[in-house]
Structures are given as structure tokens and as C-alpha cells.
């Protein structure tokens, strides 16, 4: 995981909140800063100096502010909003939720993978290299940064194999992006499926108690 080259405060994101305390906090700087205070004044701390205490702020109304912020686009942000279960409609406006959505985008830069390609491989192999957050205690549950770095290695073979993500979606997953024509020849598919399976069988020899071995 120290090889991705990412910030301890944007690391720490993939299984938590982000950072509020300090005037260099990650949250200073991607919300209070003037650019995004010129969108939206809502992320602001109240009287107390608590930030998004407000209940009643949903996601959908800032959604101008958080894509400023995080620099993402609308398509992105509905396919984190997809995949984490979080309902553009209803989800508040927490810390906890902002954290939730970030996280995709910090750990899809440090891969230097799609947003949709993380997803695909999260799917694809059933590997889940983030926390989840448990509504009912207000804390995030299933912290296992064995699993970020079975994931980062899974990336790391799929990216140094040279097959896309796309491929790899068809192959394994019989799913075709009807972008991309992939109609392969059996022998190729034989041939990719094998030099994948030697660089995943890898994962599991340095890391044996890895979920992987359950998708190869």
C-alpha cells in the first residue's frame, strides 16, 4: 500500500473519515477553501464548530459544490453512488458520506485506473478494498487493509498483463460493453485466461488468506 504514493490523510479515507481537524486538514482544504466556498457556504462548521450537523442537508442539493471539490465527473459520481448503495434522493449530507464517495477517487488516481475500471474489478473479483460504514453504531466497520492491498496487487497484474478492463469484463464476467467490439478467437481466450490465472495464482502465494483464490 506504501507503494501507491498517496497522502497518509487521503490513504486513511479508504477505511474512514475524512480528516476535519486542523486549519491543513484534508477537509479544509477540499471544501473551505475559496473556490468552493464561492459554490456552497453548507460546508462550513455551525456555532460550535461542528461541520454538516445538519440533518436535514441532502446530497443531491451540493452536488455542484462536491464535484468541484473532488473534481469528478457527474457519470463518476453516479456510478460511486451506484455502487455503495448510497440514494442520491435521500443520503444526507455527512462526513460520512462524503468519505464514502471519496475514497473511490482517491484510490482509483493512486491505481491510475478508471473509476469505472475499480468498480469493475471490485465486482469482477469480489474484492471490496474499502471499510463499511455501519449506520445503526455511526462507525466504520470491516477495516482489513489486507484486502486494499489484494486489491492494489490484483490491479497491479491486471495493468502489467495488458489486457483491459473491458477484456477482462468479457472474459470473465460474459459482459460486453457494446462500445468495444471483443468478439476473440477461442484460442486467445484460452491464452488470456491462462496469463491471467499465473499472475493472480502470484496473489495468492504472497498472500494465502486473500479472497481471490475463491474467483480463479
Do not use: C
Amino acid at each position: 500500500i506504501a507503494n501507491l504514493n498517496v497522502p497518509l490523510n487521503k490513504l486513511a479515507t479508504i477505511w474512514g473519515n475524512i480528516q476535519v481537524t486542523g486549519k491543513a486538514s484534508l477537509y479544509n482544504k477540499l471544501f473551505l477553501n475559496r473556490t468552493i466556498q464561492k459554490i456552497d457556504t453548507v460546508f462550513q462548521a455551525d456555532r460550535w464548530g461542528a461541520y454538516l450537523s445538519d440533518s436535514t442537508a441532502l446530497l443531491k442539493d451540493h452536488l455542484t459544490a462536491i464535484q468541484a471539490a473532488y473534481r469528478v465527473s457527474s457519470e463518476d459520481l453516479n456510478l460511486i453512488f451506484n455502487d455503495t448503495g448510497l440514494l442520491l434522493n435521500t443520503s444526507t449530507l455527512s462526513l460520512e458520506n462524503l468519505s464514502i464517495i471519496y475514497r473511490y477517487i482517491v484510490l482509483s488516481k493512486a491505481l491510475g485506473i478508471s473509476i469505472a475500471d475499480l468498480i469493475t474489478i471490485k465486482k469482477l473479483f469480489k474484492i471490496n478494498p474499502f471499510s463499511n460504514f455501519d449506520p445503526i453504531q455511526k462507525i466504520f466497520i470491516d477495516i482489513l487493509p489486507q484486502s486494499t492491498l489484494d486489491f492494489v496487487i490484483l490491479v497491479t497484474n491486471i495493468k502489467s498483463s495488458g489486457f483491459k478492463i473491458s477484456a477482462l469484463n468479457y472474459i470473465i464476467g460474459d459482459i460486453a460493453n457494446p462500445q468495444f467490439k471483443l468478439e476473440m478467437p477461442e484460442e486467445t481466450v484460452q491464452n488470456t485466461m491462462l496469463a491471467i490465472r499465473k499472475g493472480f495464482l502470484q496473489v495468492n502465494n504472497d498472500h494465502p488468506d486473500s479472497d481471490l483464490q475463491n474467483n480463479i
